[in-house]
């Protein structure tokens, strides 16, 4: 019998390197900004960037707080989940239409979908502030819900095209045989199989909503109408000096996501890989 040896494993240092200098771009700046925040003003002058503070203080949390954080948190949550809701209500029977009907204005259909991922936000700007106008939602949460839900569409439906088309074609063949409409096939058929892309497009819309700044800063004016990125940017308006409690701010208004992401990692992970290892 063949005597067993060791398998030998080749390191690969160069990539090892890359990989670490990369994460230390990465951590170096979110270290800095939490530990910025637990500094008092003076000491953001007097401390090196990198040292720890000494003493910490939470006063800056306190300030941030006090203010209308809240509401800012609020107007953003319901805008982020509105839009995501929305877009995945549109853009799912849009995929499954798509990939089922043979019909050619539903092909041209989809050409108008890729078309719409060419078109920068920036320079849809004026027209787009013309239409929010016209429409009497202006300074409301629904103008930041509809824009977002148009420019989310196009990469959306996109992706769940790409999935659906890899789901077998027996199966829905089966279904019809069954006597089931593309409504029932809609539900229990694609809904189901796509949860991996529904997810994943969930958490990139869901990120783009959140962190979006533009449409907040044109198409809303009143306080009350706020979210977090443009309440980060009036904060650092009223405190240009003190950047302590403007990366207090930024620190406030990433907890949510990663909260989000805690909670909801063990179901995006159980989506992402689901069909395999049966």
């Not at 007097?46 to 107007?75: H, I, R």
């Not at 819900?145 to 769940?160: C, D, E, K, N």
């Not at 869901?206 to 706020?226: C, E, M």
């Amino acid at each position: 019998m063949p005597r067993w040896r060791p398998r030998l494993f080749r390191y690969n240092w160069v990539a090892a390197i890359a990989g670490l200098l990369w994460l230390l771009v990465v951590v170096v700046p979110l270290y800095w900004i939490v530990v910025t925040s637990l500094r008092s003003r003076q000491g953001f002058f007097d401390t090196p960037p990198l040292d720890l503070p000494s003493p910490a203080t939470f006063d800056n949390y306190q300030k941030v707080l006090e203010g209308d954080f809240f509401l800012y948190l609020t107007n953003s949550a319901l805008v982020t989940v509105a839009t995501v809701g929305l877009t995945i209500a549109v853009s799912l029977p849009a995929a499954h239409a798509i990939v089922h009907s043979t019909r050619r204005s539903v092909q041209r259909g989809f050409q108008l979908f890729l078309l719409g991922l060419a078109i920068p936000i920036q320079a849809t700007i004026i027209p787009l502030y013309l239409i929010i106008s016209k429409l009497g939602v202006y300074d409301t949460l629904t103008a930041l819900v509809l824009p977002g839900i148009a420019f989310a569409v196009p990469l959306t439906v996109v992706i769940l095209v790409n999935f659906l088309r890899d789901i077998p074609r027996e199966l829905y063949e089966a279904m019809r045989i069954d006597g089931a409409s593309q409504l029932r096939m809609l539900l229990h058929l694609s809904l189901p199989l796509s949860r991996p892309a529904i997810i994943t497009v969930m958490v990139y819309d869901a990120l783009n909503v959140w962190n979006g700044f533009l449409f907040p800063l044109i198409l809303t004016q009143s306080a009350d109408k706020r979210v977090l990125p443009l309440g980060v940017w009036t904060f650092q308006g009223e405190f240009n000096i003190d950047v302590p409690t403007v990366l207090a701010y930024v620190v406030l208004s990433t907890i949510p996501i990663i909260a989000l992401y805690a909670v909801g990692r063990r179901y995006l992970v159980s989506g992402l890989t689901a069909g395999f290892g049966r």
